[in-house]
């Protein structure tokens, strides 16, 4: 055993991960597990070459004989290829296999690991010290471990994955390092998720935004409702299959809540003749403006600035409502006009998990969650009476049945299994389950009460039913119902206030001064695509003029640092280039060619000339959409 490997191994980590290390039981929060000890009574012993094992609980976690040799030949069998791989390490015990995975190059091997004491052990043993600097070697203990993880693979996007369980320490303790297992996955999925989203709505995210300044500079900011329903319920109604099952119970106490729903559940509501208090609409596909489509009622509209621009130039439909805030700079230009700030909702990917953060940002008692399936309730992809279910009366033909839709929608995915509330087995995907995942999550600093009649159970989350939540006496009814309209009637208070909260006359401002900044900006990217794509021709024919490539490299320096002075325009504009920056910061190099790949040079060119090109027609579609905003605000 070595002090100073410890000491060595210690000071090449963050400060964070060498405290949990060094002092767990203060630092660490374990795992959910009964038995979970951060540091159980061990003692090391030697084994038959006088190498360090050990034994827990009966189990050995090393070979008795040769641990050494154990790990070497554990090694081999692992892929590698000579190309660049990640080696996911659950466990290690007293990590005798990571010195034969550092041999190989172009590797990096991260260690998760929930138990501390493997991992100090194992820095008296070895030095790692090198490699953690070099970040070959890669640390993941204590709190947080998805986030780690997710930091972790950063840029190595198209690097494969080889998962490698230490098969000692699963003996030891299974259930614990299962969990690391499924850390990893829910990770990796969850990415792929976001990442596709990303891609597949970038252009639509900052087209909406753009289309919607002039109707949302009408609108109030959602933080007018933080804190407004306290003292009573508000129900946040999804549009899961079981929905139309809940309606008689929706109907029946009616008066006794505030009835936040999701737009997707609007049509369903509405036919059963059930009037929503609020509706809260996301999704940026312009599918979603026919959920608001010919609405006549007096619900008020809760709007994301990214959802479709459509469902603000209906007909017949909510014309308004309060404006929630947005992660994306574009939305400056409108927060930028009003007093105060707009206000943000804490989201998870769907409508509902935005619907349920506001209910308890309004200050609601009790929040009730009603058509939260999370599942293919009854073999159902939506409820009876959906938008997408009315559609196929105008789709369906002899060839496309609506049920084959169905079943298109079920198997679009992976199916997975949840338990539900009474034990019973649903079908979901990977899709609902991140969902699932996100109200679990934040059950504990929201008061959320789980009503919807079948589906997933949501862990830690009460479920109940209405009965046992409303009042069916006369006198909690009369007050119950007295609160809840003078909430309503203080909603409504709130829409009209007769001074504007945004200043009409500032977003011009703001959008005129933000397009001729564009239209200035455009030259220098014109500049750094003639001068990029000069570069790119060079490396690529392998006719580099040494004068010329040097005064072309000195010249993108110069252009690429004019470029990112321009700090607000390139935030402004890397909603639409999404795809080119994770190409770029994560590795998805799904756009170079193999050729591309293989010389790192002319790869380092290709990112450059992509960028550029994006960042070109990113500027041009932007200007070209806030003039068109303009022109409907003059």
Not at 445 to 471: Q, Y
């Amino acid at each position: 055993m070595n002090e100073s490997y410890l000491e060595k191994n210690l000071a090449a980590l963050p400060s964070q991960l060498a405290e949990v290390i060094q002092n767990p039981e203060k630092t660490f929060t374990a795992i959910n597990s009964q038995n979970f000890e951060t540091n159980p009574s061990y003692q090391l012993t030697k084994s038959k070459t006088g190498d360090p094992t050990l034994e827990l609980d009966g189990v050995w976690i090393h070979s008795r004989f040769d641990p050494k040799k154990e790990a070497e030949r554990f090694a081999t069998e692992l892929p590698h290829d000579g190309s660049e791989r990640i080696y996911l390490l659950f466990g290690a015990g007293l990590g005798y296999i990571i010195p034969y995975l550092l041999e190989r190059e172009k590797v990096t091997i991260i260690w998760m690991e929930p138990y501390p004491f493997f991992i100090r052990e194992s820095f008296q043993i070895f030095d790692f010290s090198k490699s953690f600097l070099e970040g070959k070697l890669i640390l993941i203990t204590g709190e947080g471990l998805e986030d780690q993880l997710s930091e972790a693979v950063k840029g190595k996007g198209t690097h494969p994955i080889s998962f490698v369980p230490h098969r000692g320490a699963w003996q030891w303790r299974e259930s614990d390092y299962i969990k690391l297992r499924h850390t990893a996955e829910q990770m990796f999925h969850k990415k792929d998720v976001n990442l596709a989203t990303l891609t597949r709505f970038e252009k639509i995210w900052a087209k909406n935004i753009c289309y919607n300044l002039p109707e949302l500079s009408k609108f109030r900011p959602v933080s007018d409702l933080f804190g407004i329903a306290e003292g009573i319920s508000i129900v946040v109604c999804g549009a899961g299959p079981s929905l139309s099952e809940s309606i008689p119970d929706l109907t029946k106490f009616r008066n006794q809540f505030l009835l936040l729903a999701v737009d997707t559940a609007l049509p369903i509501l509405t036919s059963f003749g059930v009037e929503p208090d609020l509706i809260f609409s996301v999704d940026p596909q312009a599918l979603n403006s026919q959920y608001l489509e010919d609405y006549s009622g007096n619900a008020i509209l809760i709007f994301d600035p990214t959802s479709t621009y459509l469902s603000l130039r209906l007909e017949k439909g909510p014309n308004k409502g309060f404006v929630t805030s947005s992660p994306f700079p574009l939305i400056g230009l409108l927060e930028r006009t009003g007093s105060e700030k707009i206000g943000s909702v804490p989201f998870g990917g769907s409508v509902s998990t935005n619907a349920a953060s506001l209910a308890t940002l309004m200050g609601a008692n009790s929040v009730f969650l009603v058509g939260q399936d999370l599942s293919f309730t009854k073999g159902l992809a939506h409820s009876k009476g959906a938008v997408l279910e009315e559609r196929l009366n105008y789709l369906e033909s002899r060839k496309f049945r609506r049920e084959k839709h169905n079943y298109k929608q079920l198997f679009a995915l992976p199916q997975k299994k949840v338990t539900g509330n009474l034990e019973e087995t649903y079908i979901t995907n990977e899709k609902m389950l991140i969902f699932k995942k996100w109200f679990e999550d934040h059950a504990k600093e929201n008061p959320w009460t789980n009503l919807t009649k079948f589906g997933a159970k949501l862990e830690g989350i009460r479920h109940s039913e209405f009965e046992k939540e409303f009042a069916s006496d006369e006198n909690e009814i009369k007050t119950q119902t007295n609160l809840v309209q003078s909430v309503r009637n203080r909603i409504q208070s709130q829409l009209k206030i007769e001074i504007p909260f945004f200043d009409p006359k500032q977003l011009v401002s703001e959008i005129k001064s933000t397009t001729e900044a564009l239209s200035e900006f455009v030259s220098i990217i014109k500049r750094g695509l003639a001068v990029s794509q000069r570069i790119y021709n060079q490396i690529q024919r392998n006719q580099i003029n040494p004068k010329t490539f040097s005064e072309d490299i000195k010249q993108m320096d110069s252009i690429d640092e004019q470029v990112s002075g321009k700090k607000g325009l390139n935030e402004i504009l890397s909603l639409g280039i999404q795809r080119v920056i994770l190409t770029i910061t994560e590795g998805y190099d799904d756009q170079l060619t193999l050729e591309e790949k293989e010389n790192p040079r002319l790869g380092v060119a290709k990112k450059s000339l992509l960028l550029y090109e994006g960042l070109y027609e990113s500027v041009r579609s932007t200007k070209r959409m806030l003039t068109k905003s303009l022109y409907r605000m003059l």
